[in-house]
């Protein structure tokens, strides 16, 4: 099993920033790749952004290309998520995610993620 805690949520005017850092524990080693996702209320989950442990690659939701970026340090197994020039509409909680799959297809959906944080909300204000 692997354990996924989230922080550095909370609220900001627009145009600001924040960053998310998410710690893993336990079984890290079989984790393949992780992901951040969102949900405001009334809405799907939604693919954020994502990266492979060993950073061959990168993969961004176009609501945020250029603004958000993920990064990791497999030494701390953290992953992270600064978000620049935020908007209201980027309001929501925000979700680690790990996952195991050898072959990911779909970077930025949630199914092929298998273990989940709690979450931890931002808000944007105008």
């Known amino acids: 099993q692997v354990q996924l805690v989230e922080s550095g949520g909370g609220s900001v005017q627009a145009g600001g920033s924040l960053r998310l850092s998410c710690a893993a524990s336990?079984?890290?080693?079989?984790?393949?790749?992780m992901g951040w996702f969102r949900q405001a209320p009334g809405k799907e989950r939604e693919g954020v952004a994502a990266?492979?442990?060993?950073?061959?690659?990168?993969y961004y939701a176009d609501s945020v290309k250029g603004r958000f970026t993920i990064s990791r340090d497999n030494a701390k197994n953290t992953v992270s998520l600064e978000m620049n020039s935020l908007k209201p509409e980027d309001s929501a909680m925000y979700y680690c995610?790990?996952?195991?799959?050898?072959?990911?297809?779909?970077?930025?959906?949630?199914?092929?993620?298998?273990?989940w944080g709690q979450g931890t909300q931002v808000t944007v204000s105008s």
């Open positions: 990266i492979y442990t060993d950073g061959s690659s990168t």
């Open positions: 336990g079984y890290t080693i079989s984790v393949k790749y």
């Open positions: 995610a790990a996952g195991r799959a050898f072959l990911l297809t779909q970077p930025l959906d949630r199914n092929w993620y298998n273990y």
